[in-house]
């Protein structure tokens, strides 16, 4: 508990110093100063020792344990007036300084017996765990004196996680069969998947390889083979945790994205009926098996939520031979990662290596900040400068993706907030021309 002076009594103490400053002009007011002085302390000592007695409020806190990176959460406090007295206070939440709040403090006049329930938001900016501390209720003292500050309820422990928010919206929007509104790209499909699926009748556009000619005679119609995309397939991630990652475009680094994104891809890849599995480099070595079951993407997110870049440098051939050893099964490998003309001595043989067993697709982020070069009007000196060296560099970049391409590997290099997409896309695509 602490107290603090209201503007109550700032107001009553001015007054006294006005007045003390008018005894030294007016001698004969001193016995009404020293009466008034004398009348003012009685006052705020006996409603320190009433506000000492006033029962709190109690407050307790509701907040998800679980919290996606970037969005936007409530956090509910509950409030309970259990005493005979109107309490009026202000009420404030000490929430982790890793988030953006809206909605606080709020002013509140609880009579007795009654209860309220505010709420505010949140919004992580920083991945991990994280605690609310306790919540912090300033109340007037019943001559409105003295503010009297509490810490009630309890502290609440969460987890910051990327933004599992986008999984929901998928699930929503393949509900609906609207995913192109998510970008999902809807590709005529060259021929039939390579899994049989079952047995139907003819439709009009049914090619005459389709046609099952036993059953055909054997039901006295003509009945199609229907095929889907092969199941069972493996997924693979190779994240770069590489300092490299920890460059930001705007409030979240390209590691986040790229967390992001993998959790997209995981859950439509799970959808499919893909087994999906993880490995970290070039920071804490983090490793998940293959698996195919409803629990994947928990068990991903748990093993991801908590990672930050660190200051080592990309190593991918390392990160090539300990997946090697690792997944024997022919699988898709995702590398994410940056690329740098620095990496084509460890990122070619890596590649090549993984191309020996694996189809390997490498995602690439790109900064935003060369988009906005090549699109800023040049009319100095220094702009021209940074448009020819941008363009220059863009360019070399786009020749390494071709080198990197004619030796089987799949690329995509695009800027953080198409990835999501970008992968689902570049998957579904696979899927359907059964390369895997």
Not at 192 to 220: C, P, V
Request: charged share 25%; glycine share 6%.
């Amino acid at each position: 508990m602490r107290f603090s002076p209201s503007t109550r009594l700032l107001a009553l103490a001015g007054g006294l110093l006005a007045a003390g400053i008018a005894e030294i002009v007016l001698p004969e007011a001193s016995d009404l100063w020293s009466v008034a002085a004398l009348g003012v302390l009685l006052f705020a000592a006996a409603d320190m020792v009433a506000g000492y007695r006033l029962q709190p409020p109690l407050a307790q806190r509701e907040v998800a344990s679980s919290l996606p990176l970037g969005v936007w959460n409530e956090v509910s406090l509950q409030l309970h007036n259990p005493g005979r007295r109107t309490l009026r206070f202000a009420v404030q939440d000490f929430y982790p300084p890793q988030m953006e709040v809206r909605g606080l403090p709020q002013s509140l006049s609880l009579k007795p017996g009654t209860w309220v329930r505010v709420g505010y938001g949140v919004r992580p900016l920083l991945r991990g765990e994280t605690q609310f501390g306790l919540i912090c209720v300033r109340m007037d003292s019943p001559l409105g004196l003295w503010r009297i500050e509490r810490r009630l309820g309890t502290e609440s422990l969460c987890r910051v996680y990327p933004n599992f928010a986008a999984l929901t919206n998928y699930a929503l929007f393949a509900i609906d069969h609207r995913l192109s509104r998510l970008g999902v790209l809807r590709r005529r499909r060259r021929g039939e998947g390579m899994e049989f699926h079952q047995l139907r009748e003819y439709r009009q556009g049914d090619s005459e390889r389709q046609i099952d000619w036993k059953a055909t005679a054997r039901f006295n119609k003509l009945i199609s083979r229907e095929y889907q995309d092969e199941r069972d397939q493996q997924v693979v991630f190779m994240i770069d945790c590489g300092r490299r990652m920890a460059a930001k475009d705007d409030l979240f680094s390209h590691f986040d994205h790229t967390l992001n994104a993998l959790l997209l891809l995981s859950y439509v890849s799970l959808r499919q009926g893909d087994a999906v599995g993880l490995l970290t480099m070039n920071g804490p070595e983090r490793y998940c098996a293959p698996r195919k079951s409803g629990a994947s993407v928990n068990v991903i997110l748990n093993q991801v939520f908590d990672l930050q870049p660190s200051i080592l440098t990309s190593d991918y051939y390392g990160a090539s031979v300990e997946l090697m050893k690792r997944v024997r099964k022919r699988s898709l490998v995702v590398i994410l990662s940056n690329l740098r003309d620095e990496d084509d001595d460890t990122l070619t043989p890596a590649l090549a290596l993984l191309g020996s067993r694996h189809l390997v697709l490498f995602a690439s982020l790109r900064e935003k900040i060369l988009s906005r070069a090549l699109h800023t009007r040049v009319n100095t000196f220094d702009r021209a400068v940074t448009y020819a060296a941008t363009a220059d560099y863009l360019r070399e970049r786009a020749l390494v993706f071709r080198r990197i391409a004619r030796g089987g590997t799949l690329c995509i290099d695009v800027e953080p907030e198409q990835l999501p997409m970008a992968l689902v896309n570049s998957y579904l695509d696979i899927k359907r021309q059964g390369r895997l």
